[in-house]
Structures are given as C-alpha cells and as structure tokens.
C-alpha cells in the first residue's frame, strides 16, 4: 500500500505539492492539516485520548479528531471522512480559523501544519476506532482550559496550540 502522502502548502495556504506523510514530519515541511472540535447540546467538547501505539503523542488527550487532507479534498470533506474513520460519526461541519503551528517531537519528528479548525455538534457517543482512540470524553471548555494550563503534559501540542491562542474562536455557540 502506497503511504499516505500530504499537501505541501506555503504560507497563504497555496498547494506548492505532496510528500508522503512521514517524509513531511522528519523534514518539518509545512502541510496542510484540520482539527475537528465536536460539542455537545451542554457546549461540552469531545475529548479524544490518542491510541497508545501512534507515531506521535501517544496517549495523549487532544480535540475530537484530527489529520491531514487529502489531494483533491475539501477541509470539510476531510473532516468528516476521518471523524467517521476515527469516532464512528459524521455531521454537518463549518470551518472556524486557521493557523500555523510548528511541534518538534522527541522522536525526531515534527509537526509544521497550516490547520484548519472545523467544529460540530453531536450529542451522542461516539464508536471509536481502537486503531486511533484509546478513550474519549466530554469536558466544559473552561474546565479543558483549566486542565491544560495544570497539566500541559497530557494534551497535545497543537490542542495547547489552539487552547492558548484561540479558546476564543472554538465555541460553537459563537
């Protein structure tokens, strides 16, 4: 099976090209990537707990899903395609902000994504793939908020990333 390739992008978000996937992270070229928040009828948002067997950041908690576009596919349509592939569900999305972030990683490799935040909503649970989630569950933002700044250690860096420079842009009652 021919690895997953992502969408090389400059800094206004322009596709400049593909690279697979892991050559991406270990030359830290800027790639175009999307964050799915999903929150519930009590503005909760649904935490993802990555399986423990991912590449990068193991273990930790971060939002609902999140991954990479492929060629030819919409921010929306990526969204969806892994909130399905992931949590087991898919609804309708709107798209929020955008931003760079870059995250080097103690196993060399780096995250340099130009992410798309995409938010829903859902009141259900999820069927999470065991591949992907090792847990999942529903938290108040300012409780999410709260937890980070305690312990930064259990989410992800471009969770913290989004927490710390966009909790304003994340509510979907906004």
């Not at 030819?72 to 349509?77: A, C, K, L």
């Not at 929020?96 to 972030?101: D, G, P, R, T, V």
């Not at 994504?113 to 259900?124: A, K, P, Q, T």
């Not at 305690?150 to 909790?167: A, C």
Request: aromatic letters at 12%; charged letters at 30%; hydrophobic letters at 35%.
């Amino acid at each position: 099976m021919e690895e997953e390739k992502v969408i090389l992008v400059n800094e206004q978000d322009e596709q400049i090209g593909l690279m697979p996937k892991m050559e991406a992270h270990e030359k830290a070229v800027l790639h175009r990537a999307f964050s799915v928040f999903i929150f519930n009828n009590k503005n909760e948002l649904m935490l993802q707990q990555r399986a423990l067997d991912k590449y990068h950041s193991p273990g930790l908690w971060t939002n609902t899903c999140c991954s990479h576009q492929r060629d030819g596919e919409s921010n929306i349509q990526a969204g969806k395609r892994r909130l399905m592939e992931e949590m087991g569900f898919v609804v309708p999305l709107k798209e929020s902000i955008s931003f760079i972030y870059k995250a080097p990683f103690e196993n060399g490799l780096t995250e340099h994504e130009y992410d798309h935040v995409l938010l829903g909503s859902y009141n259900e649970e999820p069927k999470i793939n065991p591949e992907e989630v090792a847990s999942w569950k529903w938290m108040p933002l300012e409780e999410v908020k709260n937890d980070i700044f305690v312990h930064p250690e259990l989410y992800t860096e471009w969770f913290k990333v989004i927490f710390d420079k966009f909790y304003e842009h994340i509510n979907i009652n906004t």
